[in-house]
C-alpha cells in the first residue's frame, strides 16, 4: 500500500515537473511553443516566422514582433514557462509604458 502511494507520489512530482518546463522562444521548436499554455498552433506558427527574420532581444522585442502578445498576454506566457534568452518576464527589463505610469 505505502508502495503504491509513494509510485503515485512520484509520478505526479513528475508530472508537475514537465508542466513547468522552461521553453525559450528563441530555441523552442513548434512543438515545444504548442506545449505553452496559452499557445496553439497558429500562434507558434506565427512565432516561428518572426524568429526566422532574427532572434527576439528580449520581452519588449517579442511582445512588439509577434501579433497578439501584449503585456497581459506576456505575463500568463511567462508563468507557463516560457522564456526570452532564458529570461521569465519578472526577471526582464520593465516596460517602458509601466515606467510612464509610475
Known sequence: MIRKLLLAIAALVACMGMAFAQVDVNKADQAALDSIKGIGPAKSKAIMAERAKGEFKDWADFEQ???????????????????VNGKSLDNAAPHKESMKKK
Open 65 to 83: 514582433r509577434v501579433k497578439g502578445i501584449g503585456e497581459k498576454n506576456a505575463a500568463r506566457l511567462s508563468e507557463a514557462g516560457l522564456t
